[in-house]
């Protein structure tokens, strides 16, 4: 039973990792369009919300890399599902601090943001019962 749970921890560190990744995405996208659209005469990315709203997402994505780094390096299955929890649920936050930079666009389907959003609440979904009984992937 030893090679499965292996196998289980790799996949939850792997998928954290991707979710991690989704995250910065988001992110980079954010900062560029915080460049590029411009307001009142100035780039949205001088003004002082905007500028904490990145800041918050940017502390969510780094955070979540330091719990994917921990649910690598578990020595158990539960230790790196709940560290791949909390990393889950730090980047579906900075998806959705980035979407909320974006605005009403980043709902349509010009912009892919809604996505990555979508598959970080399904992961937080798988891993959001981890503490119970039950199985955590089936």
């Known amino acids: 039973t030893a090679l499965p749970e292996t196998c289980l921890a790799e996949y939850v560190s792997l998928s954290a990792a991707?979710?991690?990744?989704?995250?910065?995405?988001?992110l980079d996208l954010a900062q560029r369009y915080c460049a590029d659209?411009?307001?009142?005469?100035?780039?949205?990315?001088?003004?002082?919300?905007?500028?904490?709203?990145a800041a918050d997402a940017l502390r969510d994505v780094e955070l979540a890399k330091s719990a994917v780094a921990w649910a690598a390096n578990a020595e158990s299955l539960h230790e790196a599902t709940r560290a791949a929890r909390n990393s889950v649920l730090l980047s579906r936050r900075s998806i959705e601090t980035s979407m909320q930079i974006f605005g009403g666009i980043s709902q349509t389907w010009e912009l892919d943001l809604h996505w990555y959003?979508?598959?970080?609440i399904a992961l937080h979904t798988l891993y959001a019962n981890v503490d119970s009984k039950q199985p955590v992937a089936a």
């Open 117 to 120: 959003l979508r598959h970080a």
């Open 18 to 26: 991707e979710s991690v990744g989704g995250a910065r995405l988001c």
């Open 37 to 53: 659209r411009v307001a009142f005469g100035r780039p949205i990315g001088k003004f002082q919300a905007v500028q904490h709203l």
